[in-house]
């Protein structure tokens, strides 16, 4: 009798043992299955997020590249879904708070959806006039004399060849990606008569906005540009000086100055021998900026689609300069000079420029 209730009893326990197997089979398996679906599903949120996220970064690089296209991106409505092989997304271009613009991806697949959103703000005055000179382009300032931070978009070379124009040592080759700047006209500026102006004999004052296709200031003569207490803007093809531009300004009075093909400063004299923010020049895609002769120059010279020329060892310029590429002569003897000037409105926008940054991202 006892062997065989040692035998039940041993029966009864595979049982038992067997259906707590059986139930822990059934319970890893659903785990299993659960785990696998909760991975699959993590897979393609994160997908989706990718996806949104590479949708808000293609458009921010290219509202950053191309600075002008901020009203086109604005104007447009939602784009239907862009397909790929795993999933869609979408981009939504909004304005956000004053000169901020949000850039919102959102991402799809199999039914989930992620998004993210790139705010991206427009750059201060101070920001983007913060060197002595910028550009582009390789950099030589060899032989200059320039007081204040130097950077370029390539490299920088800024040996003196033994004429000690300047301390090397605080200076270093501080390559960046391009500025990427729009420099914009004046949406609407009154004719001036005559089109073409030439000051000879006498001086010439203008005191309001005006639009011409050519000035040329003779030699000895003076062109007197009177902004006071406003924002005077010039727009010209070509500007050739022989003579002087002189500034007026009180109060807020400034004058942007906006050259279309070339400005030309041929003999010595001053262009503005004030303050540097009293004058703003705006060189136009393609333009040139050139200095010929032992002139002064306070202003800032924005010319990011443009070229320099400096081809006088006593021209100077205080303010900023900004440009595609700045050309000198060669490198035997000194090549001009450079001062910054800071900016008097640097924590504003300013609205003649266009330049965006990525502020953060929003997810």
Known sequence: MVTKNNKGMALGLVIIVMAVLSILGVTLLSLS??????????????????????????????????????????SKTSDDNSHFANGTFKVDVTSGASNQIKI??????SGLEKSTTAVIRRLT???LLDKAVYTNSPLDITGMVVDGDIQSGGSINYKTNGHGAFDTSTYSSLSNSPKYIDTLLPPSTPLYSPENLTVSGG????????????ITIEQNNTLEI??????LDIVVETLTAK????????????????????????????????EPNDLYIYMQEGSTFDMQ?????????IAPDASAIIQSEKSTIYGALIANKLTKNDNTGPNGSVVYVAPENSSEIDYNLKAYKILRWED
Do not use: C, W
Request: hydrophobic share 40%; glycine share 8%.
């Open 203 to 214: 001086n010439v004052q203008i005191n309001s906005s005006s639009k011409l296709d050519s």
């Open 33 to 74: 299955v659960a785990s696998a679906k909760l991975t699959a599903h993590q897979n393609k949120v994160k997908q989706a997020y990718y996806l949104a996220k590479s949708g808000a970064d293609a458009v921010s690089t290219h509202l950053i590249v191309n600075p002008k296209d901020d009203i086109l991106l604005l």
């Open 293 to 301: 002769a032992g002139i002064v120059v306070k202003a800032y010279i």
């Open 125 to 127: 005055a101070g920001e």
């Open 226 to 231: 009177i902004a006071n207490d406003k924002v």
């Open 104 to 109: 919102t991806g959102t991402g799809n697949v």
């Open 243 to 274: 003579g002087d531009i002189k500034i007026t300004t009180t109060g807020t009075g400034r004058v942007n100055l906006f050259v279309i093909t070339k400005m030309e400063v041929q003999t010595k004299g001053h262009i503005n021998s004030d």
